[in-house]
């Protein structure tokens, strides 16, 4: 295969070695150097807060006393804020710098006026914060993932028209004659993103919709902000960065363009069966129930796909920690999204609802799958941007090993004391607070899983400030990788 | 279109006056951006056609889909909360329901606080349910006792006890004839209780009978039911 490519790259005058084609992408990455590293710092810190609080709530579940008598500490206010931190802070930033950088250069164009987007960066999270404090200071909503303070969502809105706004500008000004998979995925989550989120404001706050339909339009929002605005800009990511490290084409066209499809028709009928045993209508739910598990197509759809890209290359994909991580979060889409639709099943849900394994679920998706993914887009973005290698192959493997330890043990522990929990309290014979006083050693897990991964990020971190602090050497021209090159029978690029 | 290769179109570099041609090859540069110059080609597609055998899994998909939505519509009905409504097996006959089972589970929700796992109560303070009169006597007692209440000074089994029996009848927790009755044969049964059954009919028969009762019965009141 790799004889093949290079011979293409030798009869081909505009193949690799041209540095024309290399210096338009440098005019390319310059253009989203800065907005782009704003994002990312951004992220970063949302990403350091959200786990701090993740842990505090994790303690306090086992320990209750646990800085119980601060009062913006309390359990209900300590979880919201790490949900909202890590939705609205860490992934949505991140997501945002890899859709921008994806989309320039994907494009092949320069992002324009990039100091509209950092006022963009700016206000999203001045927006953030605020409604963080808000939280905190106790004017948080009740209605889940959108608890920020309604003083705090218009300046998120704003920032993100912004954002979205001109990464289609970017799209309308594409060199590109042939639209890649990833940018189909990008453009529709920079659309569906502002259609939830506004929809969502309008019938929950500004003008609230009555009775169940509130918490019908509140599942359909949460469960499409994982799958309308995460999933796609996750997919968009591995569709990119696998293809590219590997420097094969992606497997398929005719399975992306089945996987984007029928994701698209799926996915936002799906968030009903979390209402499954609510007050509403029973065809509403079965609906939800078999979009759920129709989403079976797109995800082995896409499973196939990237998995017949990678096969034979499965060195490279140890080697590269871009690769790494990204090819764990695509595994990680099959094996979440799977689960997901066997949860929608009334006769597992009956077991999972209400549980800890609700739980588990929803971080092997943001973390295991989005989060991933987004680590591994960071280890090849950043070197192009700073043009300056990673400084530690040590810190990577540190930050891989903890973070995928870390969400293993936090899923199989809460996945297991969840399903105990589930059958426990469906059995009238065990009291309730037994079933509780049950699950403490799998809520002692996730808190050690928790330590662990707060272990990575800040060894990630680290590796950041430190690339960002050290001087451009000229002469390091390799690849930080997880050995050494010279170990290696083949080089990859990243 | 220029398909002459000798003389291509101009390309977007050429038009940018900020990118002479001759510093793009320049040493230094080259290797200020390894980053760039190492990184492979733009990914392309490949056009593998769909295996066969997701033709399979799809068409499995779709008909269980298909089947689920058909079984579980509910009609179709926007006031029917209840998926199995229209399936043949759960409207023919509902399940007949076990009044130990239901009692029981009850009697652990909302009994157990003040009549002990064992039915013995708190010595001086809640009475127990094991061997008096109250429980395996007279139905009717029991029944009004559940359905309304109790308060003031009562005796059993030798000790006085005063405390607030709540109601679970239609002041209360309005639990149905059904409920009543469960929870009334349960306490009835277990604990070494050997007394007949009672009747949802029966519970019936004295709700009707003590309607538009509001407040809960004292020891004189039940005197001419305990027998």
């Known amino acids: 295969m790799s004889s093949v490519s290079q011979f293409v790259a030798s009869v081909n005058p505009t193949a690799s070695a041209d540095v024309g084609v290399r210096a338009r992408l440098r005019e390319i990455d310059e253009s989203t150097r800065l907005p782009v590293l704003l994002f990312v710092g951004a992220a970063l810190f949302w990403l350091l807060g959200g786990t701090f609080f993740a842990l505090i709530a994790s303690i306090k579940l086992h320990h209750p006393d646990f800085l119980g008598e601060t009062e913006w500490l309390t359990f209900g206010i300590v979880r919201t804020v790490h949900l909202n931190t890590v939705i609205y802070g860490w992934a949505s930033n991140a997501g945002i710098a890899v859709a921008l950088w994806l989309m320039a250069r994907l494009c092949r164009t320069k992002l324009h006026h990039g100091g509209i987007l950092m006022v963009a960066m700016v206000f999203w999270n001045v927006g953030v914060l605020a409604g963080c404090l808000g939280i905190m200071a106790g004017d948080g909503l009740s209605i889940e993932w959108l608890e920020f303070p309604p003083y705090a969502t218009p300046l998120l809105f704003l920032a993100y028209a912004l954002t979205g706004v001109w990464c289609i500008i970017t799209f309308r000004f594409r060199q590109s004659e042939h639209t890649y998979v990833s940018q189909w995925f990008l453009l529709a989550a920079f659309f569906w993103f502002p259609w939830i989120y506004s929809v969502a404001q309008i019938m929950l706050v500004i003008e609230p919709a009555r009775g169940t339909i509130q918490a019908l339009v509140n599942w359909w929002f949460a469960h499409n902000v994982l799958g309308l605005w995460f999933t796609p800009i996750g997919l968009a990511a591995a569709y990119y960065f696998i293809p590219k490290v590997l420097g094969k084409p992606i497997h398929s066209y005719y399975l992306s363009i089945l996987g984007f499809w029928s994701l698209a028709l799926f996915y936002n009928w799906a968030g009903v069966h979390h209402l499954i045993g609510g007050p509403v209508p029973a065809w509403v739910i079965s609906a939800g129930t078999v979009a759920s598990v129709m989403m079976v197509i797109p995800v082995i759809v896409t499973a196939i796909n990237h998995h017949m890209t990678v096969v034979g290359s499965f060195a490279q994909v140890w080697r590269s920690p871009t690769l790494r991580f990204v090819v764990f979060g695509a595994m990680s889409y099959t094996l979440v999204s799977l689960q997901g639709s066997s949860m929608s099943l009334r006769t597992l849900n009956l077991h999972t609802h209400f549980t800890h394994y609700t739980v588990a679920h929803a971080h092997l998706g943001m973390y295991g799958f989005f989060t991933m993914i987004m680590f591994g887009s960071f280890y090849y973005i950043l070197p192009r941007l700073l043009q300056k290698e990673w400084p530690s192959s040590m810190l990577i493997s540190v930050h891989f090993w903890t973070a995928s330890l870390g969400i293993i043990l936090y899923f199989v522990g809460l996945s297991i004391g969840g399903l105990i929990q589930g059958m426990q309290m469906n059995n009238p014979d065990i009291p309730f607070l037994e079933v509780v006083a049950n699950t403490i050693p799998y809520l002692v897990s996730r808190s050690v899983a928790g330590i662990i991964i707060l272990v990575g990020h800040l060894a990630f971190t680290v590796s950041v400030v430190w690339m960002i602090l050290k001087p451009r050497s000229p002469q390091e021209t390799s690849p930080t990788l997880f050995r050494s090159p010279e170990a290696m029978p083949l080089r990859p690029s990243t | ?227």
């Not at chain 2, 909302?110 to 127990?128: E, I, L, R, W």
């Not at chain 2, 094991?130 to 109790?150: F, Q």
């Not at chain 2, 009835?188 to 009747?199: H, K």
Request: proline share 8%; glycine share 10%; charged share 20%.
């Open chain 2, 1 to 227: 279109m220029n398909d002459d290769p000798k003389n291509p179109p101009p390309g977007p570099e050429d038009n940018d006056p900020r990118l002479e041609q001759g510093a793009v090859s320049d040493e230094g540069i080259q290797k200020i951006h390894a980053q760039l110059l190492r990184e492979k080609e733009e990914p392309t597609e490949g056009f593998a056609p769909i295996p066969i055998f997701m033709l399979f899994l799809f068409s499995g998909v779709i008909f269980f889909a298909g089947v689920y939505i058909a079984q579980y519509s509910g009609g179709w009905d926007p006031l029917n909360y209840d998926e199995r409504v229209g399936v043949a097996a759960v409207t023919d006959a509902p399940a007949a329901v076990d009044p130990l089972v239901l009692g029981r589970r009850l009697y652990t929700q909302q009994c157990v606080a003040c009549h002990g796992a064992n039915g013995q109560g708190v010595a001086g303070v809640f009475p127990p349910l094991v061997g008096t009169s109250w429980v395996v006597g007279a139905e009717e007692r029991l029944i009004r006792v559940l359905l309304h209440g109790l308060v003031g000074e009562i005796e059993v089994l030798g000790n006085t006890y005063n405390a607030n029996m709540p109601a679970f009848g239609p002041n209360g927790a309005r639990w149905n004839d059904q409920q009543i009755a469960a929870v009334a044969t349960f306490i009835r049964q277990e604990w070494g209780n050997d007394a007949p059954a009672i009747d949802p009919e029966t519970v019936a028969e004295v709700r009707s009978a003590t309607a538009g009762r509001t407040s809960a019965w004292t020891n004189d009141e039940l005197e001419p039911y305990a027998n």
